[in-house]
């Protein structure tokens, strides 16, 4: 693929990733009201909410602190008005954090000149957004072509390269339809190869699929991991749908009141929720799709196994086959070592939503 | 006690408070009035208290003229290069040289322009549309009115550009600088168009001279502000996620404003460009006073001579002209909302623009032909034909088969409705109406407010004109309050049956385009000169917006917010009273409010046949050439307006905040 930038191991969500940090927040406020800067700055850069309240202020974005590594899919999870989508325009610029620094590849964004800013954005980011936003007087190629023509690329160089990411999200005949003459569906996917033509190296996506039908939606979301399989761009992905969560996420970090309350994998999240909000997320999750055997298995016993499966497995991979085979599955790492065992008992409690002590992580 | 008894107390005692207020407020005016042999300056303003801000405007002007008559007279060098060529163009023939070398070269030949306003009608619009447009073309030329047509159109096609681009940039600068747009452009825009039309010509006229160059530079100067706030507007309607994406492409400030925000708000801007264009034929009319000429000119030769029958014919050809430049701008503002349909893109000019070639070639040709064919050079006066002897006919025989019910009409309406309200808006203690007002400010929007309100009626007084500021007041109050009571029920019944509205758009629509001079004819003719005659006019000119607020408003109002009545056992009555007329007030009042400021710009157009108001105050200071006079006289109508806009927002404001 034409498009292909970095090539990195596909390990999703592994503690001790040793992929670069791409971007990262340090302790990142954002708040709006009157002398908010010195507020926070006084502070030292800490506050309470009751402090943010107290002086009049609202806290769109509080204190938050993350790392998002090369390639991987990092989503920020809240309901609307968690601040999510003012974090990921702090972290693209377009909203000028209160406090704290991000950092793009170790260098602070907030520091640049306005012109260093603009070439960042020409070359290295994209952004897909919730409505859409194209333009409503050009057709589907002009739009597709339109942040090259601002780079100044003349027109058939523009053109060539909006025909390629064209064929990549699959809208091949319809270059010349304008925006209203489309469905929701095919408009993000002109959002989407608009976004890739410049070949980002960031990709934020603000709720990209929450305008779109359920169905459409699921569509969208496969589509994207497909892109994803062959692009490995390092992606900030907006949502408020646990359900899209899980189903894209390496990392997803939840947001409450402008605060990140908790950055995990989704099988971290569900098996250790750190508050009662996280647990009410993630209560209703098909668990045997987010958790893997290496949660569930205990210490091997001795007792014969049936069959043998990854750490990583997702238990709903090999749930049937346990449950017929009724023997323990031993759970072998990369040179075939068996590191412990999962039994049926323990998954049909989990399937069948049954709590027991000493089962499981 | 209970909580909630003691809660609707509470709410209830403001409006009691209010009501004690007012009536203290009205016991002290009345005794005011009664006590005005022992305090005659409460209620007329004494006249040696005046300020004469009239000659200070006056001095001021002529220390203008004298000192920069350099560089009116080159602005006037400049603009009146491309206005020639315009009106040489369409109207007057290119003159070469001079004398016995005299080179012509002659203007468009009629019969192509009518073609090519076929055209483009039938590109923007389809057949129907270029029928039309060529059809209200076609009819100009055929009722003798070609030159004078084309010298109004003339001067309009060279306004209407310098409005857009004027209007466009200023509306950036408003937009990018809101300090600018609060301070400087907002109360500007406001001024300019509440003083009336008229008021314009005075300083123009007097900079400019007696030309088409200051009947345009009036013309710019009245027609600018719709574009400025279309741009506003459709700026801050830009989504701002489009906003945030020309971010993310890395736009400079100049691509984004240039090539992501302007083409997004294009629908809104074209609104605009329609009302340019519209507002423009308006003033370009009235202008014709300052040597504008065209039909404008035409009908006020004939009204000054009172050939009834030849000012509806020019008053027709400004009809047909209006509707085929509005159906026109608002058929190309519609396409360009739609966006584009897709075509192949052509390298030859003649493929890709096929109607724009046809246009020209024809145009072209029949211009040529022209030279050898008089016919197509000037419209033969054989197939021409004239429907005024029709018009005198007709009136004549109103005249007298009905003069005696008419007539009756007419002294029953001054004796009865006209002279009691003049004689009590005129009596009224100008103290009084300050302190009303200010109170009315105060109750409504606060203290600076009222303190406006209270100004600018001040304003009114201690320039002296406030006999004649009660003159405007009370028959611009009576028309609108008839505008009211006839448009509102109108407006009720389109909101009621589809049938009704779908008979009532095509009216309104129709006019509103029409320029205010085109109702005054119609009731000159039948009413004479005078008071009922403005009266009558005026209402209808500004009967639209009662009626269109009215359709609108009830309209707008949520079908689930009628089903929970009818559910909840509403009769039609109730859901009416309680439901929908509540819900449908700001909005009707904001068509009311709309009908107040169109019938004052009327009443003052309304001099022409003989008011005495401040219009008459204008149209004497425009006959003399005295600026002071016109200016302060036509500061005093914008105040007017002003105030009464002022207050009806504050009050929609605040019931649309009620409301929620």
């Given at each position: 693929m034409a498009d292909t930038t970095e090539q990195v191991p596909h390990a999703a969500g592994m503690p001790n990733d040793a992929r670069p940090i791409k971007l990262a927040c340090r302790n990142v406020w954002k708040l709006f009201g009157a002398n908010a800067a010195n507020f926070i700055r006084q502070r030292n850069g800490k506050a309470s909410m009751a402090d943010v309240a107290a002086a009049g202020l609202v806290g769109a974005v509080r204190a938050v602190d993350?790392?998002?590594?090369?390639?991987?899919?990092?989503?920020?999870?809240?309901?609307?008005?968690?601040?999510?989508?003012?974090l990921v325009r702090c972290m693209s610029r377009l909203v000028e954090p209160t406090h704290g620094k991000v950092e793009f590849e170790g260098k602070d964004l907030l520091k640049i000149s306005d012109g260093a800013l603009i070439e960042l954005r020409r070359h290295r980011m994209g952004m897909v957004f919730q409505n859409f936003a194209l333009l409503p007087h050009l057709n589907v190629l002009e739009n597709i072509a339109f942040p090259l023509g601002i780079q100044g690329q003349d027109r058939p160089t523009r053109e060539k390269r909006a025909r390629e990411v064209i064929e990549l999200v699959g809208l091949r005949g319809r270059e010349h339809f304008y925006p209203r003459e489309l469905s929701?569906?095919?408009q993000q996917r002109v959002g989407i190869a608009r976004s890739l033509a410049t070949k980002p190296e960031i990709w934020f996506l603000d709720e990209p699929f929450s305008a779109l039908d359920p169905l459409i939606r699921r569509e969208m979301q496969d589509e994207l991991m497909r892109l994803q399989t062959m692009l490995h761009k390092t992606i900030v992905f907006i949502t408020h749908d646990f359900d899209e969560a899980i189903r894209l996420a390496d990392r997803i970090a939840i947001m409450k009141d402008g605060e990140v309350i908790q950055i995990g994998t989704p099988e971290e999240l569900v098996v250790n929720p750190a508050t009662d909000y996280v647990a009410e997320f993630t209560r209703d999750v098909d668990r045997a799709k987010v958790i893997s055997a290496r949660s569930l298995m205990r210490a091997c016993d001795g007792t014969e196994h049936g069959g043998a499966v990854a750490p990583d497995a997702k238990i709903s991979s090999f749930s049937a086959s346990i449950v017929s085979a009724g023997k323990p599955f031993a759970v072998v790492n990369g040179t075939g070592k068996p590191i412990g065992e999962v039994t049926p008992q323990a998954v049909i409690d989990l399937l069948a939503g049954i709590e027991r002590p000493g089962a499981g992580a | 006690m209970t909580v909630t008894a003691s809660t609707s107390e509470a709410r209830s005692r403001p409006v009691q408070l209010w009501l004690v207020v007012w009536a203290c407020a009205l016991a002290v005016v009345l005794a005011v009035f009664l006590l005005q042999d022992r305090l005659p300056w409460a209620?007329?303003?004494?006249?040696?208290?005046?300020?004469?801000?009239?000659?200070?405007?006056s001095a001021l002007m002529s220390l203008i003229k004298s000192n920069f008559s350099w560089l009116?007279?080159?602005?006037?060098?400049?603009?009146?290069?491309?206005?020639?060529?315009?009106?040489?163009?369409?109207?007057k023939n290119f003159k070469i040289g001079r004398g016995a070398d005299m080179v012509v070269l002659p203007r468009l030949s009629w019969v192509g322009v009518c073609i090519g306003a076929f055209l483009a009608g039938r590109a923007a619009g389809g057949w129907k549309l270029g029928a039309l447009v060529g059809g209200c073309f076609l009819y100009i030329a055929l009722f003798g009115q070609w030159t004078s047509a084309m010298l109004t159109l003339g001067l309009i096609s060279i306004a209407v550009p310098f409005c857009i681009v004027t209007g466009l940039f200023v509306g950036i600068w408003a937009w990018r600088k809101p300090w600018a747009e609060r301070l400087l452009i907002s109360p500007a825009l406001d001024l300019m168009q509440t003083i009336p039309t008229f008021a314009y010509l005075i300083p123009m006229l007097l900079l400019f001279g007696n030309s088409p160059v200051s009947a345009m530079i009036a013309t710019a100067i009245f027609a600018t502000p719709p574009m400025v706030r279309a741009t506003m507007l459709g700026l801050s309607r830009v989504p701002s996620e489009i906003d945030d994406f020309s971010e993310m492409a890395g736009c400079t400030a100049r691509q984004k404003l240039w090539r992501v925000l302007l083409p997004s708000a294009r629908p809104t801007l074209m609104v605009g460009v329609n009302q340019v264009i519209m507002l423009a034929l308006n003033m370009v009319i009235i202008a014709s006073m300052i040597g504008a000429g065209g039909l404008g000119y035409d009908v006020l030769l004939a009204l000054r001579a009172l050939k009834v029958g030849e000012a509806m014919e020019a008053g027709l050809a400004i009809v047909a002209l209006a509707i085929a430049l509005d159906r026109l701008s608002q058929a190309i503002a519609r396409n360009h909302a739609q966006g584009h349909v897709y075509q192949e893109v052509s390298p030859s000019f003649w493929r890709r623009y096929p109607n724009l070639t046809l246009a020209i070639a024809i145009l072209a040709a029949t211009t040529l032909l022209g030279l050898f064919v008089p016919a197509f050079a000037a419209v033969p006066k054989a197939i021409?034909?004239?429907?005024?002897?029709?018009w005198k006919t007709a009136v004549s025989w109103i005249t007298i088969n009905f003069f005696d019910t008419i007539e009756a009409f007419r002294v029953a309406l001054i004796l009865n409705v006209l002279n009691p309200v003049r004689a009590f808006c005129e009596g009224f203690p100008w103290l009084g109406a300050v302190f009303l007002l200010g109170l009315a400010g105060y109750q409504l929007g606060?203290?600076?407010l009222a303190a406006l309100v209270a100004a600018l009626t001040v304003f009114c007084a201690v320039t002296g004109l406030w006999e004649k500021t009660m003159a405007t007041v009370y028959l611009c109050g009576i028309s609108a309050f008839i505008a009211c009571l006839i448009g509102i029920p109108i407006g009720l019944m389109a909101s009621r049956s589809d049938r009704v509205e779908k008979i009532v758009t095509p009216v309104i629509d129709t006019l509103q385009v029409l320029p205010s001079f085109c109702f005054i004819i119609p009731v000159v003719m039948l009413f004479r000169v005078g008071d009922v005659t403005a009266m009558i006019a005026t209402v209808a000119f500004a009967v639209v917006p009662a009626i269109r607020y009215t359709n609108h408003g009830l309209r707008q109002v949520p079908p689930a917010l009628i089903e929970a009545a009818k559910v909840s056992g509403c009769t039609k009555r109730q859901t009416f009273l309680r439901v929908q007329l509540p819900l449908a007030l700001p909005e009707i009042m904001l068509g009311v409010n709309q009908t107040i400021l169109m019938a004052l710009a009327m009443i003052i157009i309304c001099a022409m046949v003989g008011t005495r108001d401040l219009g008459q105050e204008v149209f004497i200071a425009l006959s003399k050439a005295d600026s002071g006079r016109g200016i302060v006289a036509g500061l005093a109508i914008a105040f007017i307006g002003i105030v009464a806009d002022r207050l009806f927002n504050a009050w929609t404001a605040k019931a649309r905040a009620r409301l929620g």
């Amino acid at each position: 693929m034409a498009d292909t930038t970095e090539q990195v191991p596909h390990a999703a969500g592994m503690p001790n990733d040793a992929r670069p940090i791409k971007l990262a927040c340090r302790n990142v406020w954002k708040l709006f009201g009157a002398n908010a800067a010195n507020f926070i700055r006084q502070r030292n850069g800490k506050a309470s909410m009751a402090d943010v309240a107290a002086a009049g202020l609202v806290g769109a974005v509080r204190a938050v602190d993350l790392e998002i590594r090369q390639g991987e899919i990092f989503i920020i999870m809240g309901l609307s008005g968690s601040g999510k989508s003012t974090l990921v325009r702090c972290m693209s610029r377009l909203v000028e954090p209160t406090h704290g620094k991000v950092e793009f590849e170790g260098k602070d964004l907030l520091k640049i000149s306005d012109g260093a800013l603009i070439e960042l954005r020409r070359h290295r980011m994209g952004m897909v957004f919730q409505n859409f936003a194209l333009l409503p007087h050009l057709n589907v190629l002009e739009n597709i072509a339109f942040p090259l023509g601002i780079q100044g690329q003349d027109r058939p160089t523009r053109e060539k390269r909006a025909r390629e990411v064209i064929e990549l999200v699959g809208l091949r005949g319809r270059e010349h339809f304008y925006p209203r003459e489309l469905s929701g569906g095919q408009q993000q996917r002109v959002g989407i190869a608009r976004s890739l033509a410049t070949k980002p190296e960031i990709w934020f996506l603000d709720e990209p699929f929450s305008a779109l039908d359920p169905l459409i939606r699921r569509e969208m979301q496969d589509e994207l991991m497909r892109l994803q399989t062959m692009l490995h761009k390092t992606i900030v992905f907006i949502t408020h749908d646990f359900d899209e969560a899980i189903r894209l996420a390496d990392r997803i970090a939840i947001m409450k009141d402008g605060e990140v309350i908790q950055i995990g994998t989704p099988e971290e999240l569900v098996v250790n929720p750190a508050t009662d909000y996280v647990a009410e997320f993630t209560r209703d999750v098909d668990r045997a799709k987010v958790i893997s055997a290496r949660s569930l298995m205990r210490a091997c016993d001795g007792t014969e196994h049936g069959g043998a499966v990854a750490p990583d497995a997702k238990i709903s991979s090999f749930s049937a086959s346990i449950v017929s085979a009724g023997k323990p599955f031993a759970v072998v790492n990369g040179t075939g070592k068996p590191i412990g065992e999962v039994t049926p008992q323990a998954v049909i409690d989990l399937l069948a939503g049954i709590e027991r002590p000493g089962a499981g992580a | 006690m209970t909580v909630t008894a003691s809660t609707s107390e509470a709410r209830s005692r403001p409006v009691q408070l209010w009501l004690v207020v007012w009536a203290c407020a009205l016991a002290v005016v009345l005794a005011v009035f009664l006590l005005q042999d022992r305090l005659p300056w409460a209620v007329n303003y004494p006249a040696g208290a005046i300020v004469p801000v009239a000659d200070w405007v006056s001095a001021l002007m002529s220390l203008i003229k004298s000192n920069f008559s350099w560089l009116t007279r080159s602005i006037t060098a400049v603009l009146s290069v491309p206005l020639d060529f315009a009106l040489n163009l369409l109207a007057k023939n290119f003159k070469i040289g001079r004398g016995a070398d005299m080179v012509v070269l002659p203007r468009l030949s009629w019969v192509g322009v009518c073609i090519g306003a076929f055209l483009a009608g039938r590109a923007a619009g389809g057949w129907k549309l270029g029928a039309l447009v060529g059809g209200c073309f076609l009819y100009i030329a055929l009722f003798g009115q070609w030159t004078s047509a084309m010298l109004t159109l003339g001067l309009i096609s060279i306004a209407v550009p310098f409005c857009i681009v004027t209007g466009l940039f200023v509306g950036i600068w408003a937009w990018r600088k809101p300090w600018a747009e609060r301070l400087l452009i907002s109360p500007a825009l406001d001024l300019m168009q509440t003083i009336p039309t008229f008021a314009y010509l005075i300083p123009m006229l007097l900079l400019f001279g007696n030309s088409p160059v200051s009947a345009m530079i009036a013309t710019a100067i009245f027609a600018t502000p719709p574009m400025v706030r279309a741009t506003m507007l459709g700026l801050s309607r830009v989504p701002s996620e489009i906003d945030d994406f020309s971010e993310m492409a890395g736009c400079t400030a100049r691509q984004k404003l240039w090539r992501v925000l302007l083409p997004s708000a294009r629908p809104t801007l074209m609104v605009g460009v329609n009302q340019v264009i519209m507002l423009a034929l308006n003033m370009v009319i009235i202008a014709s006073m300052i040597g504008a000429g065209g039909l404008g000119y035409d009908v006020l030769l004939a009204l000054r001579a009172l050939k009834v029958g030849e000012a509806m014919e020019a008053g027709l050809a400004i009809v047909a002209l209006a509707i085929a430049l509005d159906r026109l701008s608002q058929a190309i503002a519609r396409n360009h909302a739609q966006g584009h349909v897709y075509q192949e893109v052509s390298p030859s000019f003649w493929r890709r623009y096929p109607n724009l070639t046809l246009a020209i070639a024809i145009l072209a040709a029949t211009t040529l032909l022209g030279l050898f064919v008089p016919a197509f050079a000037a419209v033969p006066k054989a197939i021409t034909f004239t429907t005024a002897p029709l018009w005198k006919t007709a009136v004549s025989w109103i005249t007298i088969n009905f003069f005696d019910t008419i007539e009756a009409f007419r002294v029953a309406l001054i004796l009865n409705v006209l002279n009691p309200v003049r004689a009590f808006c005129e009596g009224f203690p100008w103290l009084g109406a300050v302190f009303l007002l200010g109170l009315a400010g105060y109750q409504l929007g606060g203290l600076r407010l009222a303190a406006l309100v209270a100004a600018l009626t001040v304003f009114c007084a201690v320039t002296g004109l406030w006999e004649k500021t009660m003159a405007t007041v009370y028959l611009c109050g009576i028309s609108a309050f008839i505008a009211c009571l006839i448009g509102i029920p109108i407006g009720l019944m389109a909101s009621r049956s589809d049938r009704v509205e779908k008979i009532v758009t095509p009216v309104i629509d129709t006019l509103q385009v029409l320029p205010s001079f085109c109702f005054i004819i119609p009731v000159v003719m039948l009413f004479r000169v005078g008071d009922v005659t403005a009266m009558i006019a005026t209402v209808a000119f500004a009967v639209v917006p009662a009626i269109r607020y009215t359709n609108h408003g009830l309209r707008q109002v949520p079908p689930a917010l009628i089903e929970a009545a009818k559910v909840s056992g509403c009769t039609k009555r109730q859901t009416f009273l309680r439901v929908q007329l509540p819900l449908a007030l700001p909005e009707i009042m904001l068509g009311v409010n709309q009908t107040i400021l169109m019938a004052l710009a009327m009443i003052i157009i309304c001099a022409m046949v003989g008011t005495r108001d401040l219009g008459q105050e204008v149209f004497i200071a425009l006959s003399k050439a005295d600026s002071g006079r016109g200016i302060v006289a036509g500061l005093a109508i914008a105040f007017i307006g002003i105030v009464a806009d002022r207050l009806f927002n504050a009050w929609t404001a605040k019931a649309r905040a009620r409301l929620g």
